[in-house]
């Protein structure tokens, strides 16, 4: 039953398109040229619109078992000054692999009165019949994050493809003796996973010519798989000097693996997300770095951009969301009150736009 449901998902976007966005080619965020970096919509927008106290914004998350996604659930839920009775719904799958109860959970959404929908999608199609639905009412729907839906209008997210090129820069810069890496990819066919490994094994390739990728696994999101697979090339590569992951719930997961070989010191590894346990790891000196892409305050973008949108603003079709390489050496810029966080990302943005 799930499978036919899902395949006629597939179909489905190939058939349909977006009701707003008829004339829109597929979605490809990162090379997509209408796009503004999340700093700039009160610059070139104004403040964020006042101008309803009754919207109602539904959020359908991958899983609320990935820290990732409980950290842009605490941003999606920060209030916004001078929208006090702003309502915010967030629900999400049991599990990462849960496409047809994400379905399910967008199908009811849809339906329940909602002004606007934020969806983070398991795949590019499995939440296809509830935007259809959706179209139909012609309600404001926004891609956030991982799996990119062709016919979205808008989208909220960091470059996938930067996350893997920070990644790989940061081993450029502190290993410049370079050596054998290796990466732990996420789920196979993730837009996400694909766009990091590529920007990682494409730096590394281009710009770190000591360096050679000799192995590359998936860790399918998951701790426990990642700890296997990062065991495996431990033992196939005993020079290895560094991995590579594609989140980090795997990075943790291959730590303890690295941790458990007794190389640590010769080992780095980098993950990606930037959530709470990673940076404690990075703090405590074990994780080498992390690619924060701070999910939230990805939330609280994604929930401005729909607030925008419900206002009648015309926004770009990517809004860029931060991201920054942390490690040990600058742990404290982006740590701690929130406020001075984002202006440190704006002013490392600012700075990166000029260059």
């Known amino acids: 039953m799930q499978t036919s449901h899902l395949v006629l998902s597939a179909l489905s976007v190939i058939c349909c398109s977006n009701l707003f966005a008829e004339d829109l080619k597929p979605l490809d965020p990162i090379k997509e040229p209408d796009r503004i970096a999340w700093w700039q919509l009160e610059e070139k927008l104004g403040p964020i619109p006042k101008e309803s106290a009754n919207w109602k914004i539904g959020v359908v998350e991958k899983t609320l078992v990935n820290e990732h996604w409980r950290q842009m659930q605490q941003g999606y839920m920060t209030p916004i000054e001078g929208l006090p009775n702003l309502k915010v719904d967030v629900q999400a799958a049991q599990t990462e692999s849960d496409q047809l109860g994400q379905l399910n959970i967008a199908e009811n959404m849809v339906t329940k009165g909602y002004n606007a929908l934020c969806i983070s999608p398991i795949s590019n199609v499995n939440l296809q019949p509830a935007i259809d639905e959706a179209n139909a009412k012609k309600l404001i729907w926004i891609n956030v994050e991982d799996a990119v839906i062709p ?13 893997g090129m920070k990644a790989a820069r940061w ?16 789920q196979p066919g993730s837009y996400a996973a694909i766009n990091r490994t590529k920007g990682f094994k494409d730096a590394i390739d281009a710009e770190g010519k000591a360096f050679k990728v000799v192995a590359s696994l998936p860790g399918n999101w998951d701790r426990q798989q990642s700890y296997d697979a990062a ?6 590569y005993p020079d290895l000097i560094g ?3 594609n989140n980090d719930t795997m990075a943790l997961g291959v730590v303890e693996a690295v941790k458990g070989a007794g190389k640590l010191k010769q080992i ?7 959530v ?12 080498a770095g992390t690619v924060d892409a701070f999910p939230a305050l ?12 419900l ?31 984002k202006k440190a990302i704006i002013e490392d943005e600012r700075s990166a736009a000029k260059n």
Do not use: H, W
Request: glycine share 10%; aromatic share 8%.
């Open 151 to 163: 016919s979205a209008a808008y989208f909220v997210g960091s470059d996938y493809r930067e996350n």
């Open 171 to 186: 081993f450029i810069k502190k290993r410049p003796s370079g050596g054998q890496v290796a990466v732990i990819e996420g």
């Open 231 to 236: 065991t495996n090339i431990l033992q196939r």
């Open 243 to 245: 991995f590579y992951c």
């Open 268 to 274: 780095a590894v980098i993950g990606t997300d930037g």
């Open 276 to 287: 709470p346990d990673a940076l404690l790891s990075v703090k405590n000196g074990e994780l």
């Open 298 to 309: 990805t939330g609280e973008i994604a929930k401005e951009v729909a607030v925008r949108l």
């Open 311 to 341: 206002a009648g603003q015309k926004l770009p079709r990517v809004i860029a969301s931060a991201q920054a390489m942390v490690d040990q050496e600058n742990y404290s810029r982006y740590t701690g009150n929130p406020a001075d966080v």
